[in-house]
């Protein structure tokens, strides 16, 4: 081979994989739990008007009836200390955590969200929060792969820090922190609240990988398509050239 064909079959190379090389894929959203699996919540403490309550708390359940797509539907179940349901108790709502909507209403820091997101991924619905970290934490003497979001609400009334700790293999949320602090006269109050897992049969299995939904490539630019074209002409030209 001639150096002016090796150099051609240089330019083709490069241009063929700078085009079709690198595609970008786009973040899936797929639920992580099977019917059945559970979270169970408890060490419930409360600070401050408004969230006294949650001493009363002994338990909260959030059990797996039903996946379809996208869709979880979680009961709810629950009681205070001296054995009373909580209010909600025996309620289901469908969670779908490509959308980020519950019964159809988008809603933010729900009690799941997609499984094996990573940090910087966006969690649904659009435009809303995101993966502050993918971490490793130890829940109930398991290590546990966990994705961490941080959400910070300012107002004219009220500061509130949320710090949400989700379950990166199922989307499951594990524990869940709250400070609030009312810009209130003569001076500032603070309320707290927070509680994480007690029991779950989500650690207790491997959680099965969820059926891909297919995933789009997104290549970095379409330019690059008229780019390859032309090279292709030209070595084309040029071969011809050279054979006569």
Do not use: C, H
């Amino acid at each position: 081979m001639s150096n002016s064909n090796r150099v051609i079959l240089f330019l083709l190379t490069i241009t063929l994989l700078a085009a079709f090389a690198t595609p970008v894929f786009a973040t899936t959203y797929n639920p992580g739990v099977t019917v059945g699996q559970y979270v169970k919540y408890g060490n419930f403490v409360g600070t401050g008007q408004g969230f006294e309550q949650f001493n009363d708390y002994d338990w909260l359940k959030l059990q797996v009836t039903n996946v379809s797509g996208t869709e979880v539907t979680l009961l709810s179940t629950g009681q205070f200390r001296n054995g009373t349901a909580i209010p909600g108790n025996d309620t289901t709502n469908i969670w779908d955590v490509a959308t980020g909507n519950q019964n159809g209403v988008p809603s933010t820091e729900g009690p799941i969200i997609a499984a094996n997101l990573n940090q910087g991924d966006p969690i649904p619905p659009p435009n809303t929060y995101s993966v502050n970290q993918t971490n490793t934490a130890l829940f109930l003497g398991v290590s546990r792969s966990v994705n961490v979001l941080d959400v910070d609400i300012f107002t004219e009334s009220y500061n509130t820090t949320l710090s949400y700790v989700y379950d990166r293999a199922s989307g499951m949320l594990l524990q869940s922190i709250s400070q609030t602090t009312t810009l209130a006269q003569p001076q500032p109050v603070k309320s707290t609240y927070a509680y994480t897992v007690i029991e779950t049969n989500i650690f207790g299995s491997p959680v099965p990988t969820p059926t891909p939904s297919p995933t789009v490539l997104e290549f970095p630019s379409l330019t690059i398509l008229p780019l390859v074209m032309i090279v292709l002409l030209t070595a084309s030209v040029f071969l011809r050239r050279k054979s006569r």
